[in-house]
């Protein structure tokens, strides 16, 4: 194996930064790709642009965005629990924040946020040009905003969501006023956001990547992207069945959750745990494939039992579809099935088990350099193992029966979400953050940022660990002195202003990079991965050349990137004429055609817009209304496809 | 590109490991209802599980932690690297170890479930539970009916039949018993016994709206001879009024909404929206929970329940100041 | 140069020409996709069906309502079913430049969902009232899940309806057919669908 290349010390800036393959590259066909892939500038070029890494940047910047709301209704539930018998907020806006909380953390935070990363990095990983359905992707992007503002604007008109992240009927099937209507209307609404979403990713990773880039070559986090949007392809559908029931149940009465007249209430349940466990993978396994991707690059080698890794990805896709009992146990539903259920969720602990210990492998058996995103990267390990080995408890059912509902729960699921998703996230921007900004980044302050945030989250849930146990329930606005419960809600107060702090200061941390001039070179962590093969950040068309990947690590092995000089006059890669982008076979990554890229167009807006109104139109109960504007959606998609670039 | 040592992260799971053994020996001690200070053998399997868990996840978390740490600090030299090493550590610790760990905590699962399906004697008394948007339904094989406190006897398994009149609530009393949920249009069966006597906490454990907060109630678990004259009590009609102020506030009550609403057996108030009050005055605390049972706290609900738990369904009560007294008088009364 | 297998067969495969790609395309992978997704959304909604029907002990149908007619659903089935044939039929002539044969196929696509849909809505009109969504679930599972069903239809028939202007306009043929066989996909899903509705919502009540 060839020597990897040394990554920069921080805050040195590399003369031109130019990787030379690159250099040559662009010295040959550089003009005529920027004239071919030139873009709009102005509003015009904001509101109409297909460029899959102004849409990554939007998806980041949108759900942190989202991420700052939510953080905050959780910074007023802290408040008002700080102590017993509070009354900083009424019962009715506690239980609108608690449902915001959640829902928005996992639908508008988590899974966008990932969505962003895969959007901006599939593409330049797997060495293409732009994802395979760029308006599609645009249109993704515009109703993932505006059904996150839809549901938001709910808080302001005092109708938020108050059912509770997963709304369980017969509650939800009653309560009076919009609330429920902007949560059932609001997700199906998202859902065709993450359906297109997914199906876009996994296509451009299916068909578009590098030749040579076979299966076995592709990166992890390629791989993590992919199933997580095959499980959302399979996952979603219980969700929207579920929601569109909901809707038709409170709305013209049907009787789906109707015990009395035929209905079921569990039924509720079975449908959202179908989707809502797989979906918590769907959040964890993209962060798992950030984590190995920052591992490598700082252990300065490549990940260990790479096929292991990947089988374990691939599996814990697959399985956890077959473990949602295991959020209803209470519900007294048989033993054989408890037993069953129980069984299976020990099963997918195994593939976690296999990617925990790849990763120490790689950090034992490499080099490590400490930096911000390592650090990121090592703190998700041990917040992951914390909250991992308190889920394998749940898999004892009458333990489960004890803790479930209550804040021994919440501990745990904020130590795999937060630990397992947030803190790789923050990695991963550090990481990625010359890439997409051309910047570097004040490594000190990302160490406070690190510290402050790692503290703030472990003295925030490790706490609710001691409550729950103690006996207290969870979504309660508040909670009596006598139970010795106090003095652990009083510390995860503290903890989540710590936390909100950290949070202040990593905001501080990038701002200031932004004002700052530390130009970032091409690839200032010397990394393995096609990425960083661009300019920071990369040029429009991303690659002047399409390069012929040899391994698993193009940037490392010695012939991926001289390749990208080597085929710089050979039309097939450079693609100079139009937007275009190679197809290459599913398996093999065999060049199969050339396609043309459509450019940037204002359509998908258009259709964003016209669903936009039909939602709301639902929501207050026009109807007809809703129809004429479903009627627009289909004018507008027959404009779109009407006008497609000739192709195939 | 030595960065500083991380030693935040070193010390800080072990600390937390002692926090968490600290703060569970103070839940027991205290007036916490602790799922670790367990008084019936349910719970007892609920707890006993935990600890076994509590050590191997305590183990595993510091072998993780530890490796982790000291990778990141011990510098190494680069070696060789092959494609595909560290198969066999990956396999090891990953699959084998973990499959070995999960087959003993399958194991656990399942004893737990077979030791917790049903008592080692048949139940002599079953109650029935019934939730409702924000208090319990309580009542007994023999026709008792109450509310917000269920009296046991000690030593002897209980059978418990859970349903609920309009959303899902859950029956969770963490000393006695693990949750089990409460359907409409379907009724669970469970049971518990209590090991020692003395007042248990429980609390509604599943979301069910604006008041889940304040939906409490109390197992007392006695003597069987106090047990079944308890039961007996509070089988009994209600008591007249022995004051005249009393039978005042027994006229106000039965002729007003609050007998639209509350039944008191032996009068003609036989509401069922809300709480059986024949023997309201016996209860330690009001409201399922939320305040004590003196008569400055009963006044205070009648007046304006809606300051103690708002968004309840029961409707300030505009009676005047002399009324108010004589029906707080009447209800303190029905012992 | 290295004598990778890979750099010499992309060195001299030829830049594929539109006439002749090989391979499955971005659009089909899209397409299947949806079906996946649209096939799980009904996979749910049958499960449902069944998971109602049994989680109650009184009989099915409910005491209160009949069993569905059985006429008009078989023969819309049938005729929907029936319609993926001249849909093959577009499939095959349009890479081969018949138009005319292709847009027959499209035609009789196109008139098969119609009849669908008006055999679908004459169906309704006979179950209703004496059941009705309101009614009890299986009122609701009927309605809703013929009616998830015939608004897909609708859907693919309006596809048909835009491959049928495209013909006209002259904008497929040997050059550019991939729309066919992408709608062929989605009606061929159709009938699938079609034919797992008629058994949960219209047979299975009988048996």
Redo the contacts between chains.
């Keep these: ?1 060839t020597a990897t290349r040394e ?1 920069i ?2 805050g040195d800036v590399a003369a031109d930064g130019v990787l030379p393959e690159r250099a040559l590259a662009e010295a040959a066909v550089g003009d005529r790709l920027k004239k071919a892939w030139e873009e709009e500038p102005g509003l015009i070029g904001f509101l109409t642009t297909v460029n899959h890494k102004r849409i990554g940047r939007r998806y980041l910047v949108t759900a942190a965005f989202f991420f700052m709301l939510s953080g905050i209704s959780a910074l007023v539930m802290r408040t008002q629990l700080v102590s017993p018998n509070n009354d900083i907020v ?3 806006l506690y ?1 609108q924040l608690f449902t915001l909380h959640g829902t928005a953390m996992i639908f508008f935070f988590a899974t966008p946020m990932n969505n962003g990363f895969g959007n901006f990095f599939l593409p330049l990983m797997v060495g293409t040009r732009d994802m395979a359905f760029p308006r599609l992707n645009a249109l993704s992007y515009w109703i993932f905003l505006f059904s996150g503002l839809f549901m938001f604007a709910s808080l302001p008109l005092g109708m938020a969501p108050n ?2 992240w997963f709304a ?1 009927v ?2 939800t099937r ?2 009076d006023g919009l609330n429920l209507d902007f949560y059932s209307l609001g997700l199906l609404f998202l859902a065709v956001s993450s359906t297109v979403g997914a199906i876009n990713l996994i296509v451009t990773a299916l068909k578009m990547r590098a030749p040579g880039m076979t299966l076995n070559r592709v990166p992890v986090f390629v791989w993590a992207v992919v199933t997580q949007s095959f499980m959302l392809v399979f996952a979603l559908p219980p969700l929207d069945v579920a929601n569109l029931m909901l809707f038709l149940d409170r709305r013209f009465d049907t009787r789906f959750f109707d ?2 007249k035929g209905g ?3 039924l509720w349940q079975h449908l959202f745990w179908l989707f809502g466990h797989p979906d918590v993978y769907i959040i964890v396994l993209p962060a798992m494939g950030i984590i190995s991707t920052i591992i490598p690059t700082f252990a ?3 990940i ?5 890794v990947v089988l ?1 990805t691939v599996a814990t896709g697959i399985i956890s579809f077959g473990v949602w009992v295991h959020h209803m146990f ?3 539903l048989s ?1 054989v099935s ?2 069953f259920f ?2 299976a969720t ?2 997918i ?2 593939p976690a ?6 990763w ?12 911000t995103a ?2 990121y990267a ?2 998700f ?2 917040a992951f ?2 909250g991992g ?2 889920g ?2 749940f ?12 804040y021994f729960v919440v501990a745990h699921f904020h130590y795999v979400l937060f630990g397992g998703a947030v803190l790789p996230l923050l990695g991963g921007l550090f990481y990625w953050w010359p890439k997409m900004t051309g910047r570097m980044v004040n ?1 000190k302050g990302g ?1 406070w940022s690190f ?1 402050l945030v ?2 703030g989250f ?1 003295l925030t849930f ?1 706490p609710m ?2 409550s729950g ?3 207290m ?7 009596d002195g ?4 106090t003095v ?1 809600n009083a510390l995860s107060t503290a903890g989540a202003y710590l936390l909100g702090a950290g949070f202040v200061v990593t905001a501080l941390v990038f701002v200031e990079s932004l004002l700052r001039d530390r130009k970032a070179p091409d690839d200032p962590w010397g990394s393995n991965t096609l990425d960083w093969a661009t300019a920071s950040p990369p040029e429009h068309y991303n690659f002047p050349v399409v390069p012929t990947v040899h391994s ?1 690590n193009p940037l490392w092995d010695g012939r991926s990137l001289p390749s990208m000089a080597e085929h710089r006059f050979e039309d097939q890669r450079t693609m100079t004429e139009e937007h275009m982008a190679l197809r290459t076979s599913e398996l093999d990554a065999r060049v199969e055609t050339v396609m043309p890229m459509p450019g940037d167009t204002i359509v998908p807006l258009w259709v964003a817009l016209f669903l936009t109104a039909g939602v709301v139109l639902l929501l207050v109960g026009a109807y007809l209304g809703a129809a004429v504007a479903g009627v627009g959606v289909a004018a507008v998609v027959t404009w779109w496809l009407w006008h497609r670039p000739a192709v195939e | ?4 040592r ?1 030693s ?2 070193v010390r ?2 072990f600390l ?1 490991g002692l ?2 053994v600290a ?2 020996a ?2 027991c001690a ?7 200070s367990p008084s019936g053998p ?2 007892d ?2 707890a006993s ?2 600890w076994i ?1 509590f050590g ?2 305590a183990f ?2 510091v072998v ?2 530890a ?3 000291l ?2 600090i011990v ?7 092959h ?5 066999g ?3 090891t ?3 084998v170890i ?2 070995l ?2 087959g003993g ?2 194991v ?3 004893m ?2 077979q ?3 049903h008592p080692q004697t048949d139940p002599d008394t079953t109650i029935q539970v019934i939730g409702h948007q924000w208090w319990w339904e309580v009542r007994y094989g023999d026709g008792t009916v109450t509310a917000n406190e269920i009296h046991v006897p000690v030593g002897q398994p209980v059978e418990v039949t ?1 349903s609920s009149a ?3 609530h ?1 029956f ?1 009393v ?2 006695l018993m ?4 409460m ?4 009724v ?3 049971w518990f016994t209590a090991d020692k006597a003395g007042v248990y ?1 429980g ?11 304040h939906m409490g109630f109390d197992v007392v678990a006695e003597p069987k001879s106090d047990f079944d004259s308890w039961l007996a009590d509070q089988g009994s009609d209600a008591a007249t009024p022995t004051s005249s102020l009393a039978s005042r506030g027994m006229d106000v009550f039965t002729s007003t909404t609050c007998a639209t609403c509350h039944t008191i057996r032996g009068t003609s108030a036989d509401g069922d929206v809300g709480p059986d009050l024949t023997h309201v005055g016996s209860r330690a605390r009001l409201a399922a929970g939320a305040i004590p049972n003196d008569r400055g706290h009963l006044a205070g609900w009648i007046g304006n329940s809606q300051t103690v738990k ?2 309840n369904r029961m409707p300030p009560q505009h009676l005047s100041p002399d009324d108010l007294q004589a029906v707080v008088t009447y209800l303190e009364g029905l012992t | 140069m290295s004598s990778d297998t890979t750099e010499r067969s992309v060195r001299r495969e030829p830049v594929a020409a539109p006439e002749a790609p090989v391979g499955r395309s971005t659009g089909w992978w899209g397409m299947a996709l949806f079906i996946s997704t649209e096939a799980a959304t009904f996979a749910v909604f049958l499960a449902s069906y069944f998971y109602l029907r049994f989680s109650h002990t009184s009989g099915w149908p409910p005491p209160s309502e009949k069993g569905p007619d059985l006429v008009l659903p078989s023969v819309a089935t049938g005729v929907l079913v029936l319609s993926c044939v001249p849909m093959l039929l577009a499939v095959r002539t349009t890479p081969r430049n018949r138009t005319a044969a292709s847009g027959l196929g499209v035609a009789g696509a196109f008139a098969g969902g119609c009849a669908f849909l008006v055999l679908q809505v004459l169906d309704w009109a006979g179950e209703y009232p004496s059941s009705t969504p309101s009614k009890d679930a299986y009122g609701s599972l009927f309605y809703v899940i013929t009616g998830l069903h015939a608004a897909h239809v609708a859907i693919g028939v309006g596809m048909l309806l835009f491959l049928l202007a495209s013909l006209a306009a002259g904008r497929l043929g040997r050059e550019r057919h991939e729309p066919v066989n992408l709608v062929a996909l989605y009606w061929y899903f159709m009938s699938v669908v079609a034919l797992g509705v008629y058994a949960t919502v219209y047979l299975s009540p009988y048996l």
């Design positions: 194996m990554p010390a921080s009424d019962p009715d239980d059912g509770g369980y017969p509650l009653r309560i015990t009395s079921d209430s569990v300065r080698r490549p260990a039992a790479y096929p292991f374990a209470a519900v007294g033993e408890q037993t129980a069984a020990l099963t602990s195994l088990g296999i990617q925990m210990f790849a120490i492998a790689t950090l034992w058996r490499g080099r490590v350099v400490i930096n390592m650090l090592l703190g390990i041990v193992v914390m080995v308190t394998v408890m898999a004892v059912v009458t333990f489960d029966q004890q803790v479930t509902d209550s490594e160490i510290v790692f503290a472990n490790f660990h001691i146990l103690l006996g329930p969870r979504r309660i606005y508040t909670y006598d139970y010795g419960w652990w698993l | 590109m030595y960065r500083r991380p935040v992260r800080l799971p937390l926090l968490l703060a569970t103070t839940g205290g007036e916490a209802p602790s799922t670790l349910k719970s399997v609920a599980s935990w868990l191997v996840a595993v978390c993780v932690i490796l982790t740490v990778a990141a510098r190494r030299r680069a070696r060789t690297v494609d595909n090493d560290a198969k550590f990956v396999l610790f990953g699959v973990p499959a760990v999960f905590t399958f656990l699962s399942v737990g479930l030791r917790t399906s859970l309009d959303v899902i859950s969770w963490p000393e693990p949750k089990m949920d359907i409409p249009g379907r669970n069966h469970t906490h609390q509604c454990a599943e979301y069910c709206g604006l008041q889940h907060a708002p968004g």
